[in-house]
């Protein structure tokens, strides 16, 4: 059996080495490494890929979500409303651009927004909500859209994690996640479920104003060279990882069938125990599952993960500390308790290895250790 990793970028690259190797070669021969022309293939390809009319490339994720925000010409202390259960981005930007970010507790079943919860958190200094697509499933955005629009809020989606998710409206229209809101942002950090080879991050909108504003920003604030119109920041998509995003891109639709594929494996060889909740999945949104993760019931978390491991089975805690209770967040003076939901998944969640090259001799020897490891704790 081949090594158990929690992401194999090893297979996956050795699978389409021919295709990568001569996109990158011929970036090296043309020495464009710096806005060379396949950064705006990519950028049309995605735009194509999911039926938005901007994508706009940037330096990461985290960028996307501060550009986001600074398009938006928000005044100090203006509050945004994100979740305290996710990776840390969206609450960071927020706060690093003197902006108050307020949380809105989760869903236990989801990991989403609780919509339930949304309106009690608006007040008058509101301007914009980041809902997070955790984990690799869509929130619930016709409500939250709905919501935004009687109160006048902006909408961005952290979209990092769920990149290709469709979500279905009342209507009937399918949209992806990062195309619904106002602006969306995702990152291609290698281990996303469209990963580059460093560091790269997009954002997508269908407003030409805010494109072209969000185009300047992460240049410098400029649209025309060496004229600056606005305060901005140095955030691009190198070359090299557009010409290789173009080569993944062509195979998302493969790999996202892959992670659902496991994910179908693990669903249903852990859906018996009584001790493990498998991840529940909104009939309005399907699942890209950037996470496989699960809770566990009265157990000792600890004993299982090292069970785990000493099988040599990564297992990881996404998330182990809301993001109310970190230390960098200690100014907003929020108490344990404050996000119960929250609080209570950081402690019984448990992400088990989740990728694209999964084989069915690795599933069921990750299921059959999981399921000893519960019994003998
Ligand atoms: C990965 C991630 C980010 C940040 O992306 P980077 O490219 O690492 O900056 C933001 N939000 C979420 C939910 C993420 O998973």
New binding site residues.
């Given amino acids: 059996m081949r090594p158990i990793e929690m992401v194999d970028l090893k297979s996956q690259y050795a699978k389409i080495k021919t295709e990568i190797d001569a996109k990158i070669e011929e970036v090296i021969h043309a020495a464009t490494f710096i806005n060379g022309p396949a950064v705006l293939e990519f950028q049309h390809d995605l735009e194509t890929c999911l039926g938005v009319k901007h994508v706009i490339p940037c330096g990461?994720?985290?960028?996307?979500?501060q550009l986001a925000l600074m398009s938006l010409g928000l005044q100090h202390g203006d509050e945004v409303i994100t979740v305290p259960f996710?990776?840390v981005?969206?609450a960071e930007v927020i706060a690093l651009l003197g902006l108050t970010p307020v949380f809105v507790d989760v869903e236990r079943d989801t990991f989403n927004m609780d919509i339930a919860l949304l309106e009690a958190a608006i007040t008058p200094r509101t301007r914009a909500i980041i809902p997070?697509h955790?984990f690799g499933q869509c929130c619930d955005m016709e409500a939250i859209l709905k919501i935004a629009r009687k109160h006048n809020l902006y909408v961005i989606e952290?979209a990092?994690?769920a990149i290709g998710a469709a979500c279905t409206f009342g209507s009937g229209t399918i949209k992806y996640a990062g195309t619904m809101g106002d602006m969306g942002?995702t990152?291609?950090?290698p281990s996303?479920n469209l990963g580059c080879y460093g560091?790269?991050?997009a954002l997508f909108t269908n407003n030409d104003v805010l494109a072209q504003q969000l185009h300047a920003l992460a240049s410098h604030g400029m649209l025309t060279r060496y004229y600056h119109d606005m305060i901005g920041i140095n955030s691009r998509l190198d070359t090299l990882q557009a010409a290789i995003l173009s080569v993944k891109l062509k195979h998302l639709d493969e790999y996202t069938a892959a992670r659902q594929k496991a994910a179908a494996y693990y669903n249903y060889h852990l859906c018996c125990y009584s001790n493990i909740e498998i991840p529940a999945v909104k009939p309005f949104t399907s699942h890209v599952y950037?996470q496989y993760t699960i809770k566990l019931k009265n157990s000792n978390r600890q004993s299982v993960i090292d069970k785990m491991t000493a099988k040599g089975i990564p297992v990881m805690i996404y998330y182990p500390v809301p993001l109310h209770l970190q230390k960098a967040f200690a100014f907003l003076a929020l108490r344990p308790g404050s996000y119960p939901v929250a609080e209570a998944l950081s402690q019984c969640v448990l992400s088990l290895p989740m990728h694209t090259e999964l084989d069915e001799e690795q599933l069921e020897y990750i299921v059959k250790s999981l399921s000893e490891g519960l019994i003998s704790h």
Avoid: E
Avoid at 60 to 65: P, Q, S, V
């Fill in positions: 990461n994720g985290t960028d996307a979500l996710t990776f981005a969206a997070v955790l952290d990092c994690q942002c990152s291609f950090f996303k560091d790269g991050g950037h």
